[in-house]
């Protein structure tokens, strides 16, 4: 089954200073890659998603970049703010497989004002 | 819209015992799901449904039932609750409508289990 690996585990920026998550997955036909955020006692919400067929993606201060290749994506915070303090999940999934979400471990990130 | 509801909130259970926690969505969602979430592993995959009537085992179905006798609802049942269960378990549904996408899954509030 699919494997998705999400590196660091932990994360601190100065506020104003840009983020990156990197996660990599193992099976070749997945083909949707969605991130969610979870604040401190909370439900993981979306923040953004790619598909295979696009390369990158962008949202206001958020991106998503997609290596097929290589299989692995990442998500970009810029600019960040102490609001962006949360746990990100990275996620890979295949319709055919039913959609269910594989995750990665999640990232704890700190933005100190 | 309510999305997805999850009860109870939290729960505290002695060993042996049995439960169902409920979920329910209103979004006319065919996929299902139910997660667990222990701290450090990120979310885990216990059972998911494609549509009433069809049910699977995800990664960590050990321990736990599920049924889907409508589009609505997705019950998980406890058998026998072990301290290894405590978590806090996560419904989610999304749409089947894409017919090659994945789509965005909608996450219930959560429920705190404590078995003791």
């Known amino acids: 089954g699919e494997n998705v690996e999400q590196h660091p585990s932990t994360l601190s920026v100065q506020e104003g200073d840009s983020a990156v998550i990197k996660c990599t997955y193992s099976?070749?036909?997945?083909?949707?890659f969605p991130w969610y955020k979870q604040e401190l006692g909370k439900r993981p919400q979306l923040i953004i998603d790619?598909?295979?067929?696009?390369g990158e993606k962008k949202d206001q201060r958020i991106a998503v970049t997609l290596n097929k290749t290589a299989k692995h994506f990442s998500l970009h915070i810029t600019e960040t703010q102490p609001e962006d303090s949360a746990v990100y999940f990275c996620?890979?999934?295949?319709?055919?497989?039913?959609?269910?979400?594989?995750f990665g471990g999640g990232t704890r990130v700190l933005v100190k004002p | 819209n309510a999305g997805v509801t999850q009860t109870p909130k939290f729960q505290v259970l002695k060993t042996g015992q049995s439960m169902t926690l409920q979920c329910a969505q209103d979004?006319?969602?065919?996929?299902m799901s139910w997660y667990r979430q222990d701290p450090g592993m990120g979310l885990r995959l216990i059972h998911y449904?494609?549509?009433?009537?069809?049910?699977d085992q995800g990664e960590v179905p050990n321990g736990y039932n599920v049924s889907r006798s409508t589009t609505e609802d997705f019950p998980l049942r406890l058998l026998s609750a072990a301290p290894s269960q405590t978590s806090v378990y996560f419904c989610?549904?999304?749409?089947?409508?894409?017919?090659?996408?994945?789509?965005?899954?909608?996450f219930g509030q959560g429920t705190r289990l404590t078995v003791v």
């Open positions: 989610a549904s999304s749409s089947g409508q894409d017919l090659w996408w994945g789509t965005e899954a909608f």
């Open positions: 790619i598909r295979s067929n696009v």
């Open positions: 996620a890979a999934s295949l319709k055919a497989a039913g959609n269910k979400l594989t």
């Open positions: 449904s494609v549509g009433a009537g069809i049910t």
């Open positions: 979004m006319n969602h065919e996929y």
């Open positions: 099976d070749s036909a997945s083909n949707y």
